[in-house]
């Protein structure tokens, strides 16, 4: 069960962390601050594939809402197959 648990917390800090990226696309800052470079670094992968596929409405980015909604159903289907193991 500690493994369900790990994988779970792995894919909810994802969202958040996708949410923060979101949160600071409205404020000033420095993409190469460390704490924002790892927020970037680690949700782009994520996210851009969702960016491909979208066509672009002006400046508002559709992407970080396909992006947790896909990772939310991974995450679902990670954990159902993991119960199912354990």
Not at 11 to 22: A, D, K, T
Request: glycine content about 2%; aromatic content about 14%; proline content about 9%.
């Amino acid at each position: 069960m500690f493994v369900i648990q790990v994988v779970n917390t792995a894919f909810n800090v994802l969202v958040w962390l996708i949410i923060g990226r979101c949160i600071l696309s409205f404020i000033p800052h420095n993409p190469y601050q460390p704490i924002i470079k790892f927020i970037y670094d680690i949700t782009e992968p994520v996210m851009s594939p969702f960016r491909r596929l979208l066509p672009t409405a002006g400046p508002i980015d559709f992407s970080p809402i396909l992006a947790v909604l896909a990772v939310t159903l991974v995450q679902r289907l990670v954990i159902q197959l993991l119960y199912y193991i354990y």
